[in-house]
């Protein structure tokens, strides 16, 4: 375990002395607080510096700024490597932090702009935040085990990460991320992430160290994946906004899963971001790259907002379908609450046909996921936290021991995809049986739960399993225990899993976790999912 200590102990140091707080300022915020106002009273950023983190500044606002000549690349780097400082000294967001060298290269950026009035790229001067898993020249990546640091510093940046390079982007930190990188939240030898909006929750996973990251104001932007809810647990758990894409359609780099031979489920990369506008500029810069041209199993695919979409309702109408639970396990109060009052919020508005969506078969899908996901029964998880003698932690012990999860035969394997394409084509017939654009439905069982207590994947896992796009949004709602109490009289369960998602809901745990909800189409319907969001979103803040 000496390496994984030496990792965090290099890691720590790498904040500078003059960022780093004074232990008293950090016991003032015990655990269960709301931390985010922490860069302001900390002292250690200027009221510019703030003004250029604050959290209604979104990429596209910052890139505005730059572009105008209002900020430099150089100021804006900072700025926001300073509250990744911060951030991570609470929330421990961070593997790896390297302001310096982002430095530089922001300097190189505002030079080339000074002297020749051109911008690299769309993203000129942009930080983006890279989740530890992703390839970056000179750095070490790990899929959460302390052993993957016994491997060289990447050469190159992964295809992804030079397509946001190459457009101008500056990369000045990793991402926490969970051991295997298969929790949906986010833990490892790197240690334990926390939630801004409230320290005794999770950021989600696996992607928490970048949504923790966001939600607090030390990136604009930051990059994910998503194999099981990677990318919309976090988003949801720390109210900012995510697209999950169909797979294929954006470069994840040839060999990139983390377990060999476990494709049966792809993951796929998005963004973690301030704004649904953020979404489209990610993916107008990676898909507008035609990365299908350098990566071969991609599908050439323009990303195109449709201006006049023909929607399925009456006259043209957007026509939502709602699932008020997945009929596995029934959402907790807040999140009935938020999805309460968007549907009924929805139903004023003359734009949109509202109907209920029948949920199809949601345990059997979750449940073939998770077997899909460790073909080999976990083994080579253990195998990799052994390289130095790390413990398999909890939830990774309970991912890789679920029931269904054993050491398939090939002959077994087959099986199975055969199975998932049969229950894939069943699905979708059900979909369009439906007659709906997209299902608006929760993004968890519950809001951010508290750490170390997620088990329930179902609301995101069962759209890997057919490969709907999905999106996470913040609906401007928050946990309140004085509104969201607990169910009022005794109610059949509809699982197990039911019955422990009700029993362990306590109100005064969640108080001010954002609320989040969740929107789905079809495979490939990527963009109808975002001009469907763009369409419902008029609506926010409530009146």
Known sequence: MQSALDAVAERDARIPEALRLPPAFIQRYPYG???????????????????????????????????????????????????????????????????????????????????????IGPLHGLPIGIKDHMALAGRKSTAGFSGDLLQP??????????????????????????QSIMHLETYSFWGQARNPHNTNLTPGGSSGGCSALVAFGGAPLSVGSDIGGS?????????????????????????STTLPGADSIL?????????????????SVVIGSKPWLHEYNLVPLPW??????????????????????????????????????LVDALKTYPAFDIV?????????????????????????????????GEPVLPLTEWVITRPTVKDHTIHELWE???????????????????????????????????????????????????????????????????????ESAPRAYMSEADMANA???????????PLCLQLVSRRFQDEMVFKALQEISKLFPYS
């Open 33 to 119: 607080a709301d931390v985010r106002s922490t860069a302001a009273e900390s002292g250690l950023m200027s009221p510019e510096e703030l003004d250029i983190t604050d959290l209604a500044q979104d990429a596209i606002s910052i890139l505005a700024r730059i572009k105008s000549k209002e900020l430099t690349a150089v100021q804006v780097v900072s700025a926001f490597g300073k509250r990744a400082a911060i951030a991570h000294q609470f929330l421990c967001c961070l593997s790896d932090f390297f302001l310096e060298d982002a430095l530089v290269r922001a300097q190189e950026l505002d030079d080339f702009y000074a002297r020749t009035g051109n911008l």
């Open 153 to 178: 510093p990447a050469t190159k940046h992964g295809f992804l990460p030079q397509i946001l390079y190459d457009a101008g982007a500056v990369f000045y930190c990793k991402t926490n991320l969970p």
């Open 231 to 255: 990318l919309r647990s976090p988003a949801a758990a720390c109210g900012v906004w995510t697209l999950k894409p169909t797979t294929l359609r954006v470069p994840r780099g040839i060999g």
């Open 267 to 283: 993951s796929t990369f998005g963004p973690l971001c301030r704004s649904l506008r953020d979404i489209d500029l990610w993916f």
């Open 304 to 341: 195109e907002i449709p201006t006049t979409p023909r929607w399925s309702g009456l006259s043209g109408r957007l026509r939502i379908g709602v699932m008020w639970h997945d009929g596995v396990v029934m959402p907790q109060p807040p999140i009935r609450r938020a999805l309460k009052t």
């Open 356 to 388: 209920d969506y029948r949920p199809f078969k949601h345990l059997e899908a979750g449940e073939l996921a998770h077997e899909l996901y460790f073909v080999d029964g976990g083994r080579r998880v253990r195998e990799r936290a052994a390289v130095t």
């Open 416 to 486: 199975l995809n055969v199975r998932r394409e049969t229950l894939r084509a069943e699905y979708l017939q059900h979909y369009n049986a439906q007659n709906v654009d997209v299902v608006l439905c929760p993004a968890g069982a519950g809001p951010a739960p508290a750490l170390g207590t997620c088990k329930y994947w179902g609301y995101t896992n069962v759209w890997n399993f057919v490969d709907y796009p999905a999106a996470v949004f913040p609906v401007g709602l928050y946990a309140d225990p004085v509104i969201d109490v607990g």
């Open 503 to 513: 029993s362990s809901y306590k109100p005064e745990i969640f108080t001010g976790a």
